[in-house]
């Protein structure tokens, strides 16, 4: 008795049958290529983060090919530390110098008299009266005008100071602002300060100022004395030059140890670089003080995949730092 024939044995496959054979086998190949494609990628960040771990601590030798010993790089560690502490104590020596002066001036007597020099001094307690006889002084300059600043006030000051400032950056005045990390990091402080580099104004930053003051001329200094004790505090104009002469000095040592300020605006015309929807989600998660393992499970992507995205963020904002970044991000309007 005779097996039966399988039917479709030696049958040719029609074309319809053909057709989807062909697509599996192509779709296998695509999914096993994109999976290679980012185990690749994962390699290469996890290898990318070992070499600068290793970097950053010394562990690598320049050229990035060898390990260096753990005793060269605590060498290296520790000269760099050392190299930092004697910077800051040569700055802090200059500091206490330039006060120095200030007050050796304040003491001393007139010449040939043996009398101590009258400094004529106003004193206000109402800031509004402080700003009506600023406008004053201000229209007064004709050199120069230096202005020191850990804080700014809001946004409508700011406009208000703003136009007088112009005026006395068109009227040829040289004017000069120092001001600290911290009070660039909002947007209206931001847009001034730019506003005034577009006329003409030098403006540097340093990671903190010792006063707020302004100097007209190096004639008139207007500082700020803050709350005392009971919360008492206000502004003093000192009418002397030697006196401004002084602080001056004390301005300029400030000044030469700080950065050109060179960040952008923040508003509108001033978008800043080009960033991801993805990535400006990351800086705003990053901007609430979210940890990593939280935005992570926000955005649900993988450690691995939010660190190449703080990278790519860094980057395109110039920053060395998530710190930094966040700064950048803040001053160009990107996040609140």
Known sequence: MRARENPSRGRRPTDSEAKEAYL?????????????????EELRDLSAELTRWLAERRLLDPSGTRLSPPERALRHVVAEQRRRLRETVEGLGRDARALDDVLSLLAAPRPGTGARETVETEFFTDRE???????ELDALS???????RNTFPGARVLDASLVRDLEMAAGGVRMRVLTSQQAVRSAAPA????????AGAEVRVAATVPLHMNIMDR??????????PRGEGGDVILHSGPVAQCFARVFLHAWDLARPHTGSPAGPGHTGPELSALEREVLALLATGAKDDTIARRLDCSDRTLRRLMRQIMEKLGAASRFEAGVAAVRLGLVD
């Open 24 to 40: 599996a086998m192509v779709e296998r190949i695509e999914t096993s290529g994109a999976r290679h494609d980012a185990e690749q």
């Open 142 to 148: 004709r050199e120069e005008f230096l202005a020191m």
């Open 191 to 198: 847009r001034y300060l730019h506003t005034l580099i577009d």
């Open 219 to 228: 004639a008139v200094v207007v500082i700020g004395v803050g709350a005392g």
């Open 129 to 135: 009266r402080t700003r009506q006889r600023l406008e």
